[in-house]
């Protein structure tokens, strides 16, 4: 059964002063991570802390808290942690009024012991997690206590340095990609099924404009059947007579036969107007 871990770790007892700090509150609103350490030394002796952040987004490193400003001490030490890079153990040594030793070792295996080993001892490790977000108690010339957040490290991360824990640590991030990846296989298209389902659509639109085609060529041919063998002289039709025109003019074609004239429809012509003339007489008689 694995472990519980906490959501913080404290070091030492911390309840002697009245002076506070709280990194917590200065970095909730960001991505940062711990890139640094300074210690402050009296007499072997931790007297001050400072920690360095660092902004993941932008890289750009920060100190919110110095315990040793204006403060006197025998010695300043750096310890560095590449941004590449995370803390993995903090241990040393309280006694019930201040903070005596401090070690750190990263993930990368670089580590550092400050102060000197007296009073109680202490030793924190969570395997794919590190720690970040310092508080602490402090009073002029020592450190009383300090407390940490406990964060797991970032995905990619362990992915790279810790693949066997990354389906301990991020399950939740298995099960997704598991079922990404049968929602894909499910959706995943059949070129030879969609191929198919296309050829045989198109062979139906086919098969029905050639229906129609068909369709419509026998139809067709049905009315020239009917059309040629239709006898146009058995029906009656009205035709309305039209009125001659004539041209006096001295350039007027008398030839009969001009555009296939035809001299009997002339000679009815005139027929049907002396007849309109003598019923004109008459009436007006």
Request: charged share 20%; net charge neutral.
């Amino acid at each position: 059964m694995l472990k519980k871990v906490p959501s913080q770790i404290s070091l030492g007892v911390g309840c002697y002063s009245s002076k506070r700090f709280d990194d917590k509150l200065k970095i909730k609103n960001g991505d940062f991570k711990i890139a640094g350490f300074k210690i402050y030394l009296s007499n072997n002796k931790i007297c001050g802390i400072g920690i360095i952040y660092q902004n993941k987004a932008n890289g750009r490193k920060i100190i919110f808290t110095d315990t040793s400003q204006n403060q006197k001490y025998s010695a300043l030490y750096e310890f560095k942690i590449p941004s590449n890079d995370y803390i993995q153990v903090i241990f040393g040594y309280c006694d019930d009024d201040q903070l005596n030793q401090l070690g750190i070792i990263t993930y990368s295996g670089k580590q550092e012991i400050f102060g000197i080993d007296k009073g109680t001892k202490f030793n924190y490790m969570f395997m794919g997690y590190t720690f970040s977000g310092c508080s602490g108690i402090f009073r002029q010339g020592s450190i009383e206590s300090l407390n940490f957040q406990v964060l797991k490290l970032p995905k990619d991360y362990v992915f790279h340095n810790l693949s066997p824990l990354f389906d301990i640590l991020y399950p939740n991030i298995l099960e997704e990609n598991t079922q990404n990846r049968e929602q894909s296989d499910q959706n995943t298209l059949n070129l030879s099924e969609l191929s198919d389902q296309s050829v045989e659509n198109a062979s139906e639109i086919i098969d029905y404009q050639s229906t129609n085609k068909e369709q419509i060529s026998q139809s067709n041919e049905i009315k020239k059947i009917e059309y040629s063998e239709f006898d146009f002289q058995q029906v009656n039709v009205e035709r309305r007579p039209q009125q001659q025109q004539f041209s006096y003019g001295p350039n007027y074609n008398r030839n009969p036969q001009r555009n296939g004239f035809d001299p009997s429809l002339r000679q009815i012509g005139t027929g049907i107007m002396i007849g309109e003339m003598i019923v004109k007489l008459i009436l007006r008689h």
